[in-house]
């Protein structure tokens, strides 16, 4: 497999490590366990407010993993990877993790900024994935 490849299924991973932190929060307060494995029907008591984060940080990441598998899909399926795109898939890996654990702790700034540069990584691979065609 190859590095873009093994970038994209570690972003996977990631976004499914990202359902625990909310569990954790949900089942740390009263009645939040039956909360957890029953239907839901009614709302929870307030959640610590890192819970919501990471709640959030979560779905950030569901929405942005579609666009992570396409942009990253083209450019491995159309062999436009090269190093400059596995450099960015790894910067974007880092910025993603980083994003997580900045977010759920309530960072704001670097937060932004985190998000800002794995941003710029998929501009990246979209870059150089119309430079290989040009080329071509």
């Given at each position: 497999?190859?590095?873009?490849?093994?970038?994209?299924?570690?972003?996977?991973?990631?976004?499914?490590?990202?359902?625990?932190?909310?569990?954790?929060?949900?089942?740390?307060?009263?009645?939040?366990?039956?909360?957890?494995?029953?239907?839901?029907?009614?709302?929870?008591?307030s959640v610590a407010p890192w819970?919501?984060?990471?709640?959030?940080?979560?779905?950030?990441?569901?929405?942005?993993?579609?666009?992570?598998?396409?942009?990253?899909?083209?450019?491995?399926?159309?062999?436009?990877?090269?190093?400059?795109?596995?450099?960015?898939?790894?910067?974007?890996?880092?910025?993603?993790?980083?994003?997580?654990?900045?977010?759920?702790?309530?960072?704001?700034?670097?937060?932004?900024?985190?998000?800002?540069?794995?941003?710029?990584?998929?501009?990246?691979y979209v870059w150089q994935t119309?430079?290989?065609?040009?080329?071509?």
């Amino acid at each position: 497999m190859t590095a873009d490849l093994w970038i994209l299924l570690s972003l996977a991973l990631l976004t499914e490590l990202l359902t625990l932190p909310p569990l954790v929060a949900r089942g740390s307060v009263p009645g939040g366990i039956k909360w957890i494995f029953y239907n839901r029907d009614t709302e929870l008591a307030s959640v610590a407010p890192w819970g919501g984060r990471a709640v959030r940080a979560h779905s950030n990441l569901v929405d942005n993993l579609a666009m992570y598998a396409v942009v990253i899909g083209i450019a491995h399926f159309t062999d436009a990877t090269n190093d400059v795109t596995q450099v960015a898939g790894i910067v974007l890996l880092i910025a993603r993790v980083l994003h997580a654990l900045v977010y759920i702790a309530g960072i704001p700034y670097l937060r932004t900024a985190v998000f800002a540069v794995a941003q710029v990584c998929m501009l990246v691979y979209v870059w150089q994935t119309i430079a290989h065609f040009l080329a071509h």
